[in-house]
């Protein structure tokens, strides 16, 4: 049994190649054959050194296997107990990945859906509470009291008016003060995303795990 400490960051590096390296080895081993009887060697070489060559080939991918699972098994209860600490919030390493890769996506699918929603009320009411709810109301007053003049309109068609201008006003039911809550939002996301890299480079940088695998 072999057993090494390294930090994060080198165990994260050797992981980026290592199954490139086991694959290559696979595929360059020749781990048996088919040999006529007679023939005393195997592609120049006796059928001795042939068979020790497959039986080194496989002990060699089996320990390079064996070494990268040992490695990938350090490095995730590494991440699942080590702590760092973005935006003022305490996360576990792999929470912290989790929330970079997928989690705040969900945060800002949020923000975009409130903003979006917020930006078409709001075009809707200055819409409808502008110039064409004033004109409505006037034709209203005026329709109801018979002046043709719009600025000289009696009391009565004027109360008509008002009436009329709240009874058709459009209001933004906001039960949630959504302009605080999307700036809230934006502002938990952005400092995230802003912090997380780097509070993950300098944790993978100082943490030591060690691991042990069997060398064949």
Request: hydrophobic share 35%.
């Amino acid at each position: 049994m072999n057993t090494e400490k390294m930090t994060v960051h080198r165990a994260l590096a050797e992981l980026k190649t290592i199954d490139s390296r086991i694959e290559a080895q696979i595929m360059k081993a020749d781990f048996c054959c088919a040999n006529k009887h007679s023939n005393k060697k195997i592609k120049g070489d006796t059928i001795a050194a042939y068979e020790d060559a497959a039986r080194s080939a496989y002990k060699s991918v089996i320990t390079l296997i064996n070494r990268r699972n040992a490695l990938k098994k350090a490095v995730v209860l590494s991440n699942a107990r080590t702590i760092v600490t973005i935006g003022g919030i305490d996360y576990t390493v792999a929470e912290a990945i989790e929330m970079k890769n997928h989690g705040i996506d969900n945060q800002r699918n949020l923000m975009d859906v409130m903003r979006h929603q917020f930006r078409s009320a709001s075009n809707e009411i200055d819409r409808r509470n502008g110039d064409e709810l004033e004109r409505k109301a006037t034709e209203y007053a005026l329709g109801m009291y018979g002046s043709k003049d719009a600025k000289n309109i009696g009391e009565e068609a004027e109360a008509a008016k008002k009436t009329y201008i709240e009874n058709n006003t459009y209001d933004l039911i906001d039960p949630l003060k959504i302009r605080e809550k999307i700036d809230d939002l934006e502002e938990k996301t952005s400092t995230f995303m802003t912090d997380v890299d780097a509070a993950l480079s300098v944790s993978n940088a100082i943490t030591e795990i060690e691991f042990s695998y069997e060398v064949m």
